[in-house]
């Protein structure tokens, strides 16, 4: 499955940063950088089938990627995504640590940020639910 997926990446104009991968959390450290992040959303890429195809031989959750996970509060992650049938609250309190959200065909995120924590927030697809929360300190990026 890892080769299907970065084979279509390829084709679809991946940099050499796919070169080498051979375990889901290399992927999934790739997908959380901000050139994955950046070619996921010019392509729309994993399309919601490719997640599903992924989560039947990945575990995912403990990659902090959540897939038609329905209703869940998960534990706060620096780097977690959201996708398809998935729906979170998420609480960010840390300063120290850079905070990526990705929301992804369909999901919906109700994010609350404090005491100077800061977390992006990056979408792909258009039908993504996006709220969010801060105190006077703190700072939430939607792109």
Known sequence: MIDKILNTARRLGACHLVSGITK??????????PQGIEFC?????????????IAAVCPTESLAIF?????II?????????????RARLLYSSP???NQIIVAHGSQLDVTAEDYAVVTVSSIGSDNIVTTHTDSTALIYVD
């Open 96 to 98: 120290e640590t850079r």
């Open 74 to 86: 998960p534990q706060s992650h620096p780097n977690i995504a959201l996708v398809g049938d998935t």
């Open 24 to 33: 889901w959390r290399q992927l999934a450290d790739l997908l959380f950088s």
């Open 41 to 53: 959303k010019h392509h729309n890429f994993p399309t919601l089938e490719m997640w599903r195809e």
């Open 67 to 71: 897939i038609d996970a329905g209703d």
